[in-house]
């Protein structure tokens, strides 16, 4: 079956590179850095300082992700009760 469009000369190696490409742009950039928020949501108040240390340098390497979604998640506390 042949593609439409531009994608009709790439060959089925050219295929698979770029399915790789978008794989490891989707684990990096949506994947992990969600798998890190949750962990951080969950352990942030338990947190040894070697696990504390590993999360900070994850929070470096994963940053562009992290920044995609941090205006869509909220980390906060919930509250006491009404106020």
Not at 44 to 72: C, Q, S
């Amino acid at each position: 079956m042949a593609l439409p469009g531009p994608l009709s000369s790439l060959t089925p190696d050219a295929l698979l590179v770029i399915g790789a490409y978008l794989a490891l742009a989707g684990a990096y950039l949506v994947v992990v850095p969600l798998a890190l928020y949750a962990w951080m949501n969950k352990r942030w108040y338990v947190m040894g300082k070697i696990e504390r240390t590993a999360i900070y340098g994850m929070v470096f390497l994963f940053f562009p992700g992290l920044i995609l979604f941090a205006p869509f998640l909220n980390l906060r506390m919930a509250g006491q009760g009404k106020a």
